[in-house]
């Protein structure tokens, strides 16, 4: 089993920053992708950013030069930074891996971008 613990979520205003964090604990071998989702009320959960084993990323079209996903592999964390928010990102961001054909996934951060 993996555990996925976000935090980091909260209330900013328009053009402000955010940094997520997830803390990746349990059987952690052979997770070969991290990612951050997230789902905003009453639409699907769609892919925000991933990073392979060998930091390898790929954003949404909508947080490129925005939002940048990294990794520490000694603090088995992954973080996401988020500039310049706009309203649009509100959502709940989920933290996620992958193994095989499967995903794991945290309980998920709020993230309100409001003035």
């Known amino acids: 089993q993996v555990q996925l613990v976000e935090s980091g979520g909260g209330l900013v205003q328009p053009g402000g920053s955010l940094r997520l964090s997830c803390a990746v604990s349990?059987?952690?071998?052979?997770?070969?992708?991290m990612g951050w989702y997230r789902q905003a009320p009453g639409k699907q959960r769609d892919m925000v950013a991933t990073?392979?084993?060998?930091?390898?990323?790929v954003y949404a079209d909508g947080v490129k030069g925005r939002f940048t996903i990294s990794s520490d592999n000694a603090e088995n964390t992954v973080s996401l930074q988020m500039n310049s928010l706009k309203p649009e990102d509100t959502a709940v961001y989920y933290c996620?891996?992958?193994?095989?054909?499967?995903?794991?996934w945290g309980q998920g951060t709020q993230v309100t971008v409001s003035s």
């Open positions: 996620a891996a992958f193994r095989g054909l499967y995903t794991y």
């Open positions: 349990g059987s952690i071998s052979g997770l070969a992708v």
């Open positions: 990073i392979t084993s060998g930091f390898t990323t």
